[in-house]
């Protein structure tokens, strides 16, 4: 593997995809070298589309999940749609989908596709699987976050609040990319792809575990900590002399011993009794407001120094703040330091969160600035590059600028 090639160059992907879930797989699926057809409506297309107009009247949810990609505006309910989309999968390595629950067996029987192709693998994203009383409710975000118990344990008690990012399309997209993953690997052995089935609410239901183990194994109903931690402390937000608050996080006794001697706390330091973390939360609101009196004597720039000395101690960044951070701005320690921008603009592209992928020799040594997979504007689709219709929104398909429903050149099965 030369030190450009992709890990899944070769690989055909067809995504029958919207919004975040599928399309944000399908993305880590391209930016990993495999070649993504998104097959979308031809009456608009992914909806997500239209979510906003922040990034040059692009939609920012779109422009963030669909780089690298190939679009194609297929009607699936006529005859000529559905014999593309066959043709399609009949070289196709992997069909993504997030459609309704049932709305693709209605187009093509499963057991027709796998005919046509045994080799293919095919996953399905879903709010709450393929069965069950749930299976046809809406598999909106919020939806799922509320019936899994995200929502009530995320705010402070009495105030449920949603993650301030759409936590089960999220984690649905990361599953069904290992799946699929996991899928490929198995399918070099065997030779047969697999079917596949992504539930949301499973994901986010795993994701609980610890606090359902600690009120079914310990009886305890553990209550939302706002930006504190349920379980552990000192873990959260805390005020400083001046500035914004500063992050301490305490993970383990050595660092509570450091963090003790940093603010001049000897006496909690040495007190048995907050030695172990649960005998600090049992004294939380004691172990808290002594917290919350030392760092209050001093700046938040003098918190800010402490970082460097490997103490766990971090900036309670906004949004707006967190992408000029060294990691990932110019500066930081991998790839994604190199911030690019367009031609004709200067909106920066972050690379991937993955930090290499060729493969170590012995006696390498990672070289965290060895170029990483292709990259495409992210408010390309790669391929057959999107043009932009003359009111500089997103061209739609069928629109001007766009692809027509019978357009198809370029993606000859």
């Known amino acids: 593997m030369t030190p450009t090639a992709t890990p899944l160059a070769g690989l055909r992907v067809v995504a029958l995809e919207q919004a975040v879930a599928a399309p944000l797989c399908s993305r880590h699926l391209a930016d990993l070298g495999a070649d993504v057809i998104k097959v979308e409506r031809v009456d608009g297309g992914d909806f997500s589309r239209d979510y906003d107009t922040y990034v040059?009247?692009?939609?920012?949810?779109?422009?963030?999940?669909?780089?690298?990609?190939?679009?194609?505006?297929?009607?699936?309910?006529?005859?000529?749609?559905?014999?593309?989309?066959?043709?399609?999968?009949?070289?196709?390595?992997?069909?993504?989908s997030n459609l309704a629950p049932g709305a693709l067996d209605r187009l093509v029987a499963d057991e027709e596709i796998a005919a046509r192709n045994p080799a293919l693998i095919r996953c399905a994203i879903s709010g709450y699987g393929p069965a069950g009383p749930y299976q046809h409710r809406k598999a909106f975000d919020l939806l799922v976050q509320g019936e899994a118990g995200v929502t009530a344990n995320t705010g402070d008690p009495g105030h449920p609040a949603k993650p301030g990012v759409s936590l089960a399309d999220l984690g649905g997209g990361i599953y069904a990319t290992a799946s699929i993953l996991a899928a490929l690997h198995q399918r070099h052995a065997t030779g047969r792809g697999a079917k596949l089935h992504i539930a949301m609410f499973d994901v986010l239901v795993e994701w609980m575990t610890p606090l359902l183990l600690a009120h079914t194994e310990g009886g305890v109903g553990i209550e939302p900590a706002g930006t504190r931690h349920a379980t552990i402390t000192p873990y959260g937000p805390f005020p400083t002399a001046s500035g914004p608050p500063v992050n301490i996080a305490v993970q383990n006794e050595r660092q509570w011993v450091a963090l003790c001697a940093a603010l001049g706390e000897t006496a909690m330091a040495a007190d048995p009794r907050l030695r172990?973390?649960?005998?600090?939360?049992?004294?939380?609101?004691?172990?808290?407001?002594?917290?919350?009196?030392?760092?209050?004597?001093?700046?938040?720039?003098?918190?800010?120094?402490?970082?460097?000395?490997?103490?766990?101690?971090?900036?309670?960044?906004?949004?707006?703040?967190a992408g000029r951070t060294p990691p990932a701005g110019r500066g930081g320690p991998v790839d994604r330091g190199r911030v690019a921008r367009r031609r004709a603009g200067a909106r920066p592209r972050f690379a991937l969160p993955l930090r290499t992928v060729s493969p170590t020799r012995r006696g390498d040594r990672a070289d965290p600035a060895r170029p990483g997979p292709r990259r495409a504007h992210p408010g390309d689709l790669g391929g057959p590059r999107l043009r932009r219709s003359r009111d500089r929104r997103p061209c739609r398909p069928g629109r001007r600028g766009g692809r027509s429903r019978s357009a198809v050149g370029g993606l000859t099965p």
């Open 56 to 96: 040059d009247g692009m939609s920012s949810h779109f422009v963030w999940l669909n780089r690298n990609k190939r679009s194609l505006a297929l009607d699936l309910k006529s005859e000529q749609g559905k014999g593309i989309l066959l043709r399609l999968l009949e070289r196709a390595d992997v069909l993504l």
């Open 276 to 321: 172990r973390n649960d005998g600090r939360l049992r004294h939380r609101a004691t172990v808290e407001a002594s917290i919350a009196r030392a760092t209050g004597r001093l700046s938040a720039a003098t918190h800010r120094r402490s970082r460097h000395r490997r103490r766990p101690v971090g900036d309670a960044q906004r949004s707006t703040g």
